[in-house]
C-alpha cells in the first residue's frame, strides 16, 4: 500500500524541524538544500501503478525512495547497500531526515532494490 501524500512544503518544515539538533557533516552540509528546491511530488502519479491499493502493509512514499537515491547520488554514495547500513542509520538521523524518513523508521537495503526494480519496470 502507499502511504498518504506529503506535499514538498510539508518536506521541507519535516527537514527544518528534524535538523535543527542534527550535526551536519561538513561534506554534504549543501545536500539538503539541493533537496528542498527539488519537489518530487509529482512522481506520485508515475508510482501509483506499482503499489498495491488494498494489500500489503503500508510502503515508504516513492517521493521518499526516489529522494534517498538523489541524495544518495548528491553524497557520492553509489551503493545503496552502503548507503543504508551506513549513511541511514547515522547516529544523529541527517542523511534519514533529508531523504524524508525518521530515523527510527527506515527502509531496509531489500526496500531499496526493490524500488529500483519496480521504477525500472515502469512502461514507457
Known amino acids: 500500500m502507499i502511504p498518504s501524500l ?3 512544503q510539508e518536506y ?8 535543527k539538533n542534527v550535526t551536519i557533516p561538513k561534506a554534504h552540509e549543501d545536500v539538503p538544500l539541493k533537496l528542498k528546491l527539488l519537489d518530487l ?3 506520485r502519479i508515475l508510482f501509483l501503478p506499482l503499489y498495491c491499493a488494498q494489500l500489503g502493509r ?7 525512495l526516489m529522494r534517498t537515491f538523489i541524495a ?5 554514495i553509489t551503493s ?7 549513511y541511514l542509520t547515522d547516529k544523529d538521523g541527517f542523511y ?9 523508521e527506515l527502509p531496509s537495503v531489500g526496500c531499496l532494490y526493490d524500488f529500483m526494480r519496480r521504477i525500472l519496470s515502469i512502461p514507457k
Open 6 to 8: 506529503r506535499t514538498h
Open 12 to 19: 521541507i518544515q519535516f527537514v527544518e524541524s528534524n535538523l
Open 41 to 43: 511530488t509529482s512522481l
Open 58 to 64: 503500508i510502503g515508504f512514499a516513492p517521493e521518499d
Open 72 to 76: 544518495m547520488a548528491l553524497c557520492g
Open 80 to 86: 545503496p547497500t552502503k548507503w543504508v547500513n551506513k
Open 96 to 104: 534519514a531526515i533529508i531523504s524524508g524518513f525518521r530515523p527510527e
